[in-house]
């Protein structure tokens, strides 16, 4: 059987545009975000002690973002490594909750982050709750605003991810060593 150069370019460049497809949908997709830190500290109402529950949390997203293609025909892109610090809810524990807000973490360059607390499997205490965390990557280019949204939600209690105690009037816990970072999956919202 004889090939012509011919046929054996077409059929390397088929096979080679086979091959690379799956290639690129693996690079467009967003690997898992990382909670990297977890704390909850709620009093137990004991007269006089300290009346505000808090829940604090970090998380880092490892992936660069795309925000699309200046006039100037410029790739306009958010480097990875973006870390939500410092997100804390903080609420008043006799008739007060911290579902139903967002609550920020701390300032940080291409954008902002923020959570939202959840009830969990049964309602919301501070070892089973839910987190939704929202990441905007911002950045201004050439007078314009390139942003972008992204979202992601955990589970969090302590048969799996929390351990802690409550002791001294006071409930704490956090984030198990083992389980960390625990990963949640990002989408675009």
Known sequence: MQFTTTSVITLLAFASSATASPLAARQNALQDW????????????????????????????????????SSDGSQIIVPAGSK???????????????????????????????????????????????LKFTRVAEKIYLDTQ?????????????????????????CNWGLLQSKKPFKITPSKA
């Not at 923020?114 to 919301?124: D, I, K, L, Q």
């Not at 942003?147 to 006071?170: I, N, P, R, W």
Request: proline share 6%; aromatic share 12%.
């Open 34 to 69: 990382q909670v990297t830190d977890l704390a909850v500290s709620v009093p137990m109402g004991r007269p006089g002690s300290y009346p505000w529950g808090t829940l604090k949390a970090n998380i880092t997203d490892p992936n660069a973002i795309n925000l699309g293609t």
């Open 84 to 130: 939500g610090v410092n997100c804390e809810a903080k609420w008043y524990i006799h008739g007060d909750s911290p579902i139903g807000r967002a609550w920020p973490c701390d300032s940080t360059s291409n954008g902002y982050w923020f959570m939202h607390v959840y009830e969990g499997t049964s309602g919301f205490s501070s070892s089973n709750f839910d």
């Open 146 to 170: 390139y942003k972008a949204t992204f979202e992601a939600k955990g589970h969090f209690d302590s048969k799996g991810s929390l351990g802690g105690v409550c002791s001294a009037g006071e």
